[in-house]
């Protein structure tokens, strides 16, 4: 059974600081790992997907990938108030043709 | 202006009804997916279409149904086995090029059961 774990929150950062979003899967066979935002009654939007260990920038945004613990994360520097979403990570095995698990989401609010 | 689209945006389904989900893409993309989300909840994957005139189930495929005639067409049937259906449910599609594969989601259909 693949499972990927996220904190659901509320998590609760300041505008403009870093915002730190974590998830953890269980299959050591996934490949592909995809962070989208969910605005409130919306459907999910890409924001950036990594595959290779490591550090993966687009302009606000960084993905983490460490596959030896099976651990992705996303930072968002400053941070908006636009920012407040809920935040899924997403898993594949392979490069996703196969469809994605998802995590239940971290639900993250920006303070002004 | 190319993109997915689902309709109809809000349902209602009495029990006991099949009701039928409507997903069209104009991306060109080979693979279409169908997710359902619930309150709190991630999406979880109901079925996928890879190629026209074949799909395979996905985690939680009892009580749907679908086809793919057509490149730019999946539809989804909720029948009246599917004993939870109110749900968001959530089409997606993807360039299934053998690499990493970026899905993308249309809008959504939000079905209620009265």
């Known amino acids: 059974q693949k499972e990927v774990e996220q904190n659901s929150g509320p998590l609760s950062v300041p505008e403009g600081a870093i915002a730190s979003l974590n998830c953890t899967y269980s299959?050591?066979?996934?490949?592909?790992f995809f962070w989208y935002r969910q605005y409130s009654g919306k459907s999910p939007e890409l924001i950036m997907f990594i595959y290779s260990n490591g550090d993966k920038e687009d302009g606000r945004f960084t993905a983490q990938l460490n596959k030896a613990s099976q651990y992705v994360s996303l930072l968002i520097r400053d941070s908006q108030p636009s920012d407040s979403a809920t935040y899924l990570c997403a898993v594949a095995y392979g490069g996703g043709a196969d469809g994605l698990t998802f995590g239940k989401g971290t639900h993250l609010i920006i303070q002004p | 202006d190319g993109g997915i689209t689902q309709s109809p945006k809000y349902l209602f389904r009495k029990e006991g009804q099949n009701v039928t989900l409507s997903c069209e893409q104009n991306?060109?993309?080979?693979?279409m997916y169908w997710y359902r989300q619930d309150p709190g909840q991630g999406l979880r994957l109901i079925y996928y279409?890879?190629?026209?005139?074949?799909?395979q189930k996905g985690d939680i495929a009892e009580g749907y149904s679908v086809s793919r005639e057509k490149k730019e067409s999946f539809p989804l049937t909720v029948t009246s086995a599917q004993k939870n259906p109110t749900a968001f449910y959530l089409c997606a599609s993807s360039m299934a090029t053998g690499g990493t594969d970026t899905q993308y989601f249309g809008p959504g259909t939000r079905l209620t059961v009265l």
């Open positions: 991306l060109n993309h080979d693979a």
């Open positions: 299959d050591r066979g996934s490949q592909s």
């Open positions: 279409s890879q190629i026209v005139n074949d799909f």
